[in-house]
């Protein structure tokens, strides 16, 4: 009796060195090997002592899941974040009302996700830049133009012929580039629209007919805006940076403004309301060239007391010969120059070099 519990406790040491290097081991093929040569006594005592190795392994897996999951949880709220900023933006929600709406284009651009179309961007900017960043005003001017356009049909307009008789001369869109460069930039291209009232040959005939006198202009700004070529544009814009937009020219010479018939009050009252909805942010700058020296007196006293930013984009000049001389910081070197003769440059005439909407001579 005394003799086996002595083999007992000899044999439960004996155990213990065996299995403590198992772990260590470096190949399954030993481990095989010494589990089949091992006595049952032994190959018990082995499954005993792995099952803790093991045991603790599963233990140490746990608290490392436990990490990986709580690692993600914290990406989790910033992608859900990331995600409802996108859909909160203004331009996205602008881009969600034009896609309810369902007309699918302003200004020949075909509206898209702003976030992957630069000239859907660049439309929707500006009409948030045309409220000041106010996202329900500037929605609610998209959805007037959106109205305006799928009645209207501008894109129809601009392929329209016009009378010659009624409007051949009095309207004209030009482009001037840097000599000798492809453009690139949209810094390097100027586009002009030239609205000649002075060469109107009968007031009756071009005013008279509201529709078609407000059919042509559209169909004269639309022209423009395909030179402007807003479709290919290469850069967004921003509440301060934007160069896509265009100067007008309105040539008075030879127009009273003391007696405008009642007619053409309404002409251009109405091209007001039409434009300032549906065209916000294309314009530069404009001039009002061969006006009464009155006018220009009027125009340096409202200097005095209008702001800065808002007088800017608008000089009454009594002589249009001088209008050359406003453009000497352009980007665009000699622009001035390019003018035709009697706005001071050294350019054609308007009729050789401008491009008019499409006339009829009926």
Not at 5 to 26: L, Q, S, Y
Not at 264 to 290: D, G, H, M, R, W
């Amino acid at each position: 009796m005394s003799d086996t519990n002595k083999t007992t406790d000899v044999a439960a040491p004996v155990d213990t060195p065996v299995v403590a290097p198992e772990p260590v081991t470096a190949t399954a093929p030993a481990t095989e090997s010494a589990a089949k040569t091992e006595s049952p006594l032994t190959a018990t005592t082995i499954a005993s002592a792995t099952e803790p190795t093991t045991a603790a392994t599963t233990t140490t897996a746990a608290p490392t899941d436990i990490a990986t999951s709580g690692e993600a949880k914290p990406e989790t709220p910033t992608q859900t974040e990331t995600a409802q900023e996108k859909e909160a933006s203004p331009l996205t929600q602008l881009w969600e009302a034009a896609k309810a709406h369902g007309h699918p284009e302003i200004w020949g651009v075909p509206l898209a996700d702003p976030a992957n179309h630069i000239p859907s961007q660049i439309v929707f900017q500006k009409y948030l830049n045309a409220n000041d960043g106010d996202l329900d005003k500037a929605k609610d001017q998209l959805i007037k133009t959106l109205d305006w356009r799928k009645k209207s049909d501008p894109l129809e307009l601009v392929r329209r012929m016009y009378s010659k008789s009624k409007f051949g001369g009095l309207g004209f869109v030009t482009t001037y580039v840097i000599d000798g460069k492809e453009v690139d930039e949209p810094e390097e291209r100027e586009i002009f629209t030239w609205n000649i009232y002075g060469g109107v040959k009968s007031i009756d005939e071009t005013f008279g007919d509201l529709e078609g006198f407000i059919n042509w202009r559209v169909a004269l700004m639309e022209l423009a805006l395909q030179e402007l070529n807003i479709c290919g544009a290469i850069k967004p814009i921003t509440a301060e940076y934007d160069p896509y937009k265009l100067f007008q020219v309105h040539d008075y010479k030879s127009i009273s403004f003391l007696r405008s018939p009642p007619h053409v009050k309404s002409a251009s009252a109405e091209t007001i309301k039409v434009f300032a909805q549906n065209y916000p942010e294309l314009l530069k700058e404009k001039f009002f060239v061969n006006v009464p020296a009155i006018m220009g007196f009027v125009y340096g006293f409202m200097k005095l007391f209008v702001a800065p930013k808002t007088i800017k984009k608008f000089h009454p000049m009594s002589n249009g010969a001088n209008l050359a001389k406003e453009f000497a910081e352009s980007r665009i070197k000699g622009l001035g120059e390019k003018l035709p003769v009697e706005y001071g440059g050294k350019g054609g005439e308007l009729k050789a070099v401008g491009k008019e909407p499409f006339l009829t001579s009926e």
